[in-house]
């Protein structure tokens, strides 16, 4: 049995760790905490919860985990420019510092869904870079090289995440702050569309454009803390309600990719071929590679700093600019003074440019479902970094830039390591607003076509559940003749029925072999006892129509109800009814219908 010390922070390992009775949420806030002080990684935490508070958060909780909570026990971080009640909010700057009496929305949301919140994470001041060295608290670094920068401006948050430290942590992104920080840590980034989540107690960089992002470990992880905090905000004016059906990725999609002549890796080498090797993967995965011009994306990334938008960092800090520029970072300060030359006329201006350029794009979307881009075209050492701020921070902005200003989707995800340095390199899925689900389920398998570890822990990728495409409806476990290879599993292929993964079923259930079935049929039976061992089954999704007319052929005495999964999660599945069990072989022991097939055949 492994240690406190070994186990691992993703949701999936740490829900079952909680199933199997191995560790209480007093223990894992215990374990969070020294991992939080390890030497390894400095400056990450601008502030922690007080040890006492955390243990009467994983106190407060029951002693198991239960459906209503889908974050018990699960220690989170969140970016210093989002309150939490009682913490002060520096947003990198401690002479700027307030107290909130209030936390923020989403965070309220995590911990009353069990979440156990260990701390608030260092940043580049007022979020405006991408690089993760502008803070008084001390520069962030590369969990892999620390000569290297962590990226910006959710550096801690980015850190904290790759290094093991907490499950997953909540960011900002402006300019490309949520995705930047989980390529350089090999990490998902989940860039939500705007409004998707309440912005109501986050501290703004630019108010009009600013998203919450998700830092996780896998893209399973990220959408699981993305259902929890997502809900339309009538307080937030920027909140905007969720569709019905959201913007979805077919089977066969078609991902847009950068003409030769318009990758620009800065002389990174093997970036370009991690990036080439990206585009297999997709290709691979069942998607049409398309060529698309880059250039107007480029002309909106230009926008964000040369344009007025950089007037609402200085509008979101008010007279501290005036009145305390001495204490504002010198690259900062530089940036945000840039705003006293655009007036009204020049914002119209550029508007009318925006907006023309998004007319452009939306035309490239009307021909592709999705683009591939890097997430960066290369990373730097901190020296260079403090050698030349400005450029090289542009430098790693050229493919985020635009994604906000043009109300966008976006999700980072892990592309492999440069073997020279073995520095990560990544990629992001780009798409339109509200194709948050979409992106989700097609990065969980892009993420393990790539695999290898999550950020710098031993914990593997291949041990994550693959994201279902949210459109497909209904997740439906099948645990006998309807599995993969079994003589009723055409009833779910002929009605497009995804298969999503094959897992387990919780303890409390007991499999039987069912008398006088045609074809053979086992009786899944939910039972008052915790087995060290679930029942094997498999994962399906099906769209609503489908469920309904694939449930009508279902002969008793079969019938579907809500099985509980060994990691604690439940969804609809085949039972039977007790009366047919008389006179059936129990073959529990057997842990699954292939394994009993498998044995009358010997």
């Not at 979805?248 to 071929?273: H, K, M, S, Y």
């Not at 439940?570 to 009366?579: D, N, Q, R």
């Amino acid at each position: 049995m492994s240690t406190i010390s070994e186990i691992h922070f993703d949701l999936t390992a740490l829900r079952r760790s909680y199933m199997e009775g191995r560790v209480t949420p007093e223990q894992i806030a215990e374990e969070v905490l020294r991992r939080a002080d390890n030497p390894k990684f400095p400056n990450v935490w601008i502030e922690k919860v007080d040890p006492e508070h955390l243990q009467q958060m994983a106190r407060a909780l029951p002693p198991q985990p239960a459906e209503h909570l889908p974050l018990y026990g699960v220690p989170f971080a969140i970016k210093d420019n989002i309150d939490f009640a009682g913490l002060p909010t520096t947003v990198g700057c401690p002479e700027f510092a307030f107290t909130p009496k209030e936390s923020a929305i989403v965070v309220g949301k995590l911990i009353a869904a069990g979440g156990l919140f260990i701390g608030k994470t260092n940043m580049d001041q007022f979020a405006t870079g991408l690089v993760g060295v502008r803070s008084p608290y001390g520069a962030c670094q590369s969990v892999f090289n620390s000569n290297y920068v962590s990226g910006g401006s959710s550096s801690g948050s980015a850190v904290a995440v790759a290094s093991g430290m907490v499950s997953f942590a909540l960011g900002t992104d402006t300019a490309g702050s949520g995705r930047v920080p989980a390529a350089f840590n090999n990490i998902v980034g989940h860039k939500t569309t705007r409004g998707l989540l309440s912005n109501r107690g986050v501290f703004p960089a630019c108010r009009s454009l600013d998203c919450i992002s998700i830092f996780a470990g896998s893209c399973s992880d990220a959408q699981s803390v993305l259902e929890v905090m997502t809900g339309f905000d009538s307080v937030d004016p920027y909140s905007r309600q969720r569709p019905k059906n959201g913007t979805t990725v077919p089977d066969n999609f078609r991902f847009g990719i950068l003409p030769p002549d318009q990758r620009e890796f800065f002389d990174d080498r093997e970036a370009v071929l991690l990036y080439e090797n990206a585009i297999e993967i997709l290709q691979e995965a069942g998607g049409e590679a398309i060529e698309f011009d880059y250039a107007p994306f480029a002309q909106v990334a230009a926008l964000l700093y040369s344009g007025p938008w950089v007037a609402e960092r200085r509008s979101a800090i008010g007279k501290f600019f005036e009145t305390h520029r001495e204490k504002i970072h010198p690259v900062v300060r530089d940036i945000i003074a840039g705003a006293a030359k655009f007036d009204a006329v020049a914002a119209f201006e550029a508007e009318y440019q925006l907006q023309a350029h998004a007319q452009q794009v939306r035309k490239i979307f009307s021909e592709l479902d999705v683009l591939l881009l890097p997430t960066t075209g290369t990373t730097y050492r901190i020296e260079d970094i403090l050698a030349e701020p400005v450029r090289l921070n542009s430098n790693l902005g050229y493919y985020t830039n635009f994604v906000n200003l043009l109300d966008l989707t976006a999700l980072a995800l892990p592309a492999g390591f440069r073997q020279s340095n073995q520095l990560p390199f990544g990629i992001s899925l780009i798409a339109p607003a509200f194709s948050d689900d979409a992106l989700l389920s097609l990065g969980s398998r892009f993420h393990a076509a790539v695999g290898g570890n999550i950020g710098a822990t031993v914990a593997n990728i291949l041990d994550q559940p693959l994201v279902p495409k949210k459109e497909t409806g209904i997740l439906l476990a099948v645990v006998g003749a309807h599995l993969r290879g079994q003589p009723l599993n055409h009833q779910l292929t002929s009605r497009r029925a995804q298969f999503v993964r094959q897992t387990r079923t919780s303890g409390n259930y007991r499999l039987y072999a069912l008398p006088n079935t045609q074809p053979p049929k086992p009786g899944l039976r939910r039972i008052g006892e915790n087995l060290p061992q679930g029942i094997e089954v498999e994962i399906w999704a099906l769209e609503d129509a489908a469920f309904g007319s694939f449930v009508s052929e279902i002969p008793s005495p079969l019938g579907i109800g809500t099985l509980e999964l060994e990691d604690g999660s439940s969804v609809k599945g085949f039972l039977c009814e007790p009366i047919a069990l008389e006179g059936a072989v129990d073959i529990t022991s057997f842990g699954g219908w292939r394994a009993y097939r498998q044995s009358l055949q010997k």
